[in-house]
């Protein structure tokens, strides 16, 4: 009668929302002519609007818990994971893309010019939200819950696009040929999980929790080859905008009561990464020129948050009956492995660094020359509260371009990275994390928010000319990440052992740029090469803020940077 939903079980309740999706995408023209010019052209899209939603919203829900156990969707350590001995209530929702596209053009030609071309394009709009909301209540009247009695809220969503092509002309005479290839992506996600309800108990864990990823391999080329004037480009450009956020409770003026004999987890968690290979060759077989420029450029646009809410007031017994939970701790283990079998992930460069100059000349010590990087964060069981977001960044990026004329040749790779992430995780209403029992206090409130990034960059570029040779290659990078784990103003807690509030930042860039002109007349080559690094990493309690322990408050915030850049030309004439 008041518009208000009710739903009581003795078992359990569970709200779910799934969507997948698996697309192939395909693309080809093959043109071929003996006496005049033909074309070649093919273009391949992929656009994928996504809305995947698991709600609920001004109602009364019970779930005792006292039924048989369920199969749901959860977090295990920032992975999705089956959690087939559920009780209690679980709203998930989750999402997945795997995508390929490929496009392709081929022109053959016996006497006259070529001109081939190839465009792969994906655009992607992904949102994923579990949420309960409003003014619902959970567990109003939990008497005779059963003690496995647990809340799940849980957002995944993963995309995998594996994208390219490439464009090849091949002719034996022309006055002039040429090619051109091109892949490129925009995806904007959007991934929450949110427990909002005015109440809510449980009698053992309470966790919500957004994990996002996201991986794109994309490789294009062009090859083009006559006797005439010949010019090949290529680019890869992808461009990310994304939004990961698990937070309880609701802002000022509006009262969210949270409580649990176990422990809450609040958890964000976003991984990207970005493979983007752009090659080009053009040769003039005894004719004028050739020209061949390489593109590939990634931008990050990315924000995971972790919050407690003002309006939140939550109690975490964290009872030594109940199940400790996983937490991201602050930080990352890195480890350098040496093989990688995965085809789309580009490859480390292979060079040797501790011998680069000769035995035992070379002041470079970076193990992502020879060795694929990985980094997982650092983990660590508890009871009590957890509030973590951790973002990881993978940056890797290879331009090529070489070509040769009898006269003249001009090839020029450029490389370009820009972005910013924002890792954030906070408390900004009440907590209470404590048992009741002197015997029993261990309880703790962990604030944790770790950024990592890590960048592998490889420009290369290469002319030879009779008369003239010009090689500049370009290796640009513009990056801000800023990390930060705060108790905010006004906040309470309280924790029977420890108060951490941790912030950790994380950054590897391994840079190669490099160019050879040759001529018997005239040689230039040069390069040009950017890293602006900004990192911002901040632990802190705020004014107006009371922290209550009766074990240690630590309050720290680290940051740990290596960069290693290899340049090198040469121009002979």
Do not use: C
Not at 10 to 21: P, S
Not at 44 to 50: I, R, S
Not at 357 to 386: C, E, I
Not at 543 to 572: E, F, K, L, Q, R
């Amino acid at each position: 009668s008041n518009g208000r939903s009710t739903v009581t079980a003795g078992g359990n309740v569970l709200v779910d929302a799934d969507t997948n999706l698996h697309a192939v995408t395909v693309a080809g023209n093959i043109a071929f002519n003996a006496s005049d010019t033909s074309v070649a052209a093919t273009v391949a899209t992929l656009v994928h609007t996504d809305s995947t939603k698991a709600w609920v919203d001004h109602a009364d829900i019970t779930a005792l818990a006292r039924g048989n156990a369920s199969t749901v969707t959860t977090g295990v350590n920032l992975s999705k994971s089956t959690d087939d001995s559920f009780d209690g209530v679980s709203v998930t929702a989750t999402s997945e893309e795997t995508i390929t596209t490929v496009a392709a053009g081929v022109d053959l030609g016996t006497s006259s010019a070529n001109r081939a071309a190839s465009v792969s394009v994906n655009l992607l709009d992904e949102t994923t939200t579990a949420r309960i909301h409003g003014d619902t209540t959970i567990n109003d009247d939990n008497t005779d819950a059963d003690a496995s009695q647990q809340i799940n809220v849980f957002a995944w969503s993963d995309t995998t696009i594996n994208s390219g092509g490439g464009a090849i002309g091949l002719s034996g005479g022309g006055t002039w040929g040429g090619g051109a290839s091109a892949d490129s992506g925009d995806i904007t996600k959007t991934t929450i999980a949110s427990l909002q309800s005015s109440n809510a108990n449980a009698t053992n864990t309470i966790s919500v929790q957004s994990l996002s990823k996201e991986k794109v391999a994309s490789y294009e080329g062009t090859i083009e080859v006559s006797r005439g004037l010949e010019v090949a480009a290529t680019a890869g450009i992808y461009l990310f905008d994304l939004t990961t956020q698990a937070y309880v409770g609701r802002d000022t003026g509006s009262t969210s009561t949270l409580s649990t004999d176990g422990s809450l987890l609040v958890a964000a968690d976003n991984v990207t990464q970005a493979h983007v290979f752009a090659g080009s060759v053009a040769a003039s077989l005894g004719g004028p020129a050739s020209v061949g420029a390489s593109f590939g450029s990634i931008h990050i646009s990315k924000q995971t948050n972790a919050t407690i809410e003002p309006g939140a007031k939550v109690t975490a017994k964290g009872l030594a009956a109940t199940d400790a939970i996983s937490a991201a701790s602050g930080g990352f283990d890195v480890t350098f492995d040496d093989g990688n079998s995965d085809p789309t992930e580009i490859q480390p460069p292979g060079i040797a660094t501790n011998d680069l100059f000769g035995a035992g000349q070379s002041p470079v010590t970076d193990q992502a020359y020879t060795k694929t990087r990985n980094a997982a964060p650092t983990m660590a069981s508890l009871r009590g509260v957890a509030v973590t977001a951790t973002a990881r960044d993978v940056v890797k990026g290879q331009t090529y371009s070489a070509g040769g004329a009898a006269k003249a040749a001009f090839e020029t790779a450029i490389l370009v990275r820009t972005g910013t992430t924002n890792t954030n995780a906070a408390v900004n209403g009440d907590v209470k994390a404590d048992s009741g029992e002197s015997s029993d206090a261990n309880q703790d409130v962990l604030v944790s928010a770790s950024t990592d990034y890590h960048q592998l960059a490889i420009t290369g570029a290469l002319a030879i000319a009779g008369k003239a040779s010009v090689v500049p290659a370009v290796n640009w990078s513009v990056t801000n990440l800023n990390t930060s784990a705060t108790i905010g103003t006004g906040a309470k807690v309280y924790s029977s052992a420890d108060t951490l509030v941790v912030a950790k930042g994380s950054e590897h860039l391994t840079i190669v740029t490099a160019g050879f002109a040759g001529s018997t007349n005239a040689a230039f080559d040069a390069q040009v090469a950017v890293d602006a690094l900004t990192t911002t990493v901040t632990a802190e309690i705020e004014d107006s803020a009371t922290v209550d322990a009766n074990g240690n408050v630590v309050v720290s915030a680290v940051d740990n940077t290596h960069a290693t850049h290899v340049a090198g030309g040469a121009a002979v004439a």
